[in-house]
């Protein structure tokens, strides 16, 4: 039996549309959002009915109906820290999702599953939310009682590059430990323990590599003054961290095609940025491969950054005496969405039910009473 699968990704500008026929892709489009026509809604939340309408045009347009679809799957965020895996979209869900935790576009995701499900048949899923946090307890701890590290990882990419190499392995995934990152706007190196995404750099608190537009770890004190400085807000610094660091201060672009373009005429300084860039992956390689006890079955490079050969033999050079080197360029989470609701459909991985509670509070429990 084969079965028709609608995924849809919803985005800031636009929402990515594909529907399958089991894995087969049927065609992929976007719905645009002009930004005009977002001005209009003062929250996200209220845009549903409007991409609603815009993703079932784009349908149309393409010549399709979502008639006859057997699963609707999104790539939703917004819930509260939650074990990675596939669930099924309820009530519950949907008012997590809009309760205000995030503000971003992929909180409609299951929501505008949800209705299209309700209308149409068939099943709403969501699978590997941003907000999967499958931590080992110890990762979590820091050198402050009131600052735990969580996850932040590109996790619907990273599960499926995964999934891809354990196949390639002839083995399963939940049999294996990867090193997964994804190098691209965002990088994120993480350790894949059995099935388990068990520690990773974060790639929204300022952990890890420097990226085309994050400025990636920083020494502690030298930017504890930048931030007593009087010269920023903390707005202004957040987003010189988060979208105006890495490439964007350094080099003044946030392509890396533009970079290479930089090296290649000669500029000395972009060669030495670009070569940090590698060097600290590679590094944060070395800090994963020790989590996992260097019993490592692969090092898997994703995300579009890696098709830079320059990129790949930089982190090979560093790391191929850990472990053998895969690189799968590009991103496939629309291949990955479908992919998960395939495996629902066909009773190969259990599909959740999402509860609300966060898979992490604290370690109060563990911490002596005070004295009465």
């Known amino acids: 039996m084969s079965y028709k699968i609608f995924a849809?990704?919803?985005?800031?500008?636009?929402?990515?549309?594909?529907m399958f026929e089991d894995d087969r892709l049927i065609f992929s489009a976007k719905a645009v959002h002009g930004a005009d026509d977002l001005k209009q809604y003062p929250t996200v939340?209220?845009?549903?009915?409007?991409?609603?309408?815009?993703?079932?045009?784009?349908?149309?347009?393409?010549?399709?109906t979502l008639e006859g679809v057997d699963c609707f799957v999104a790539r939703c965020s917004g819930l509260y820290p939650c074990n990675g895996g596939i669930y099924t979209v309820t009530d519950k869900l949907i008012e997590i999702?809009?309760?205000?935790?995030?503000?971003?576009?992929?909180?409609?995701?299951?929501?505008?599953?949800?209705?299209?499900?309700?209308?149409?048949?068939g099943e709403a899923l969501i699978l590997n939310p941003p907000d999967t946090d499958e931590f080992q307890d110890v990762a979590r701890v820091t050198g402050l009682h009131d600052v735990y590290r969580t996850s932040n990882v590109h996790m619907l990419n990273q599960k499926e590059t995964a999934i891809r190499a354990a196949a390639e392995l002839g083995r399963k995934y939940e049999d294996c430990n990867f090193i997964v990152c994804h190098i691209g706007g965002g990088v994120s190196v993480t350790a894949h323990r059995k099935g388990r995404a068990v520690d990773s750099n974060s790639i929204i608190m300022g952990e890890g590599p420097m990226t085309p537009t994050r400025a990636g770890a920083l020494p502690a004190v030298p930017f504890m003054d930048l931030c007593y400085s009087g010269k920023w807000t903390r707005d202004e610094m957040y987003a010189r961290l988060n979208h105006r660091g890495g490439f964007?201060?350094?080099?003044?672009?946030?392509?890396a095609t533009e970079v290479r373009a930089m090296i290649e005429a000669g500029n000395e300084y972009a060669k030495l940025v670009y070569d940090?860039?590698?060097?600290?992956?590679?590094?944060?390689i070395g800090a994963m491969a020790a989590v996992l006890h260097f019993d490592v079955d692969a090092i898997l490079l994703g995300g579009g950054i890696v098709h830079d050969r320059r990129v790949v033999d930089g982190i090979t050079e560093m790391c191929g005496r850990i472990a053998p080197i895969r690189a799968y360029p590009g991103e496939?989470?629309?291949?990955?969405?479908?992919?998960?609701?395939l495996r629902a459909l066909r009773g190969e991985e259990k599909v959740q039910v999402y509860d609300g509670v966060p898979v992490f509070g604290g370690f109060d429990h563990l911490k002596p009473k005070a004295e009465e």
Not at 248 to 255: A, K, M, N, P
Not at 276 to 284: P, S
């Open 276 to 284: 940090a860039f590698i060097y600290q992956i590679g590094k944060e």
């Open 248 to 255: 964007v201060d350094l080099l003044g672009t946030s392509e």
């Open 332 to 341: 496939f989470e629309m291949e990955a969405l479908a992919s998960g609701a």
């Open 45 to 64: 939340a209220d845009q549903f009915p409007y991409r609603r309408r815009v993703i079932l045009e784009a349908v149309e347009r393409e010549g399709y």
């Open 97 to 121: 999702c809009f309760s205000g935790y995030t503000v971003h576009p992929a909180i409609l995701g299951g929501k505008l599953a949800r209705s299209f499900a309700d209308e149409f048949g």
């Open 8 to 18: 849809l990704n919803p985005g800031s500008t636009s929402t990515k549309l594909a």
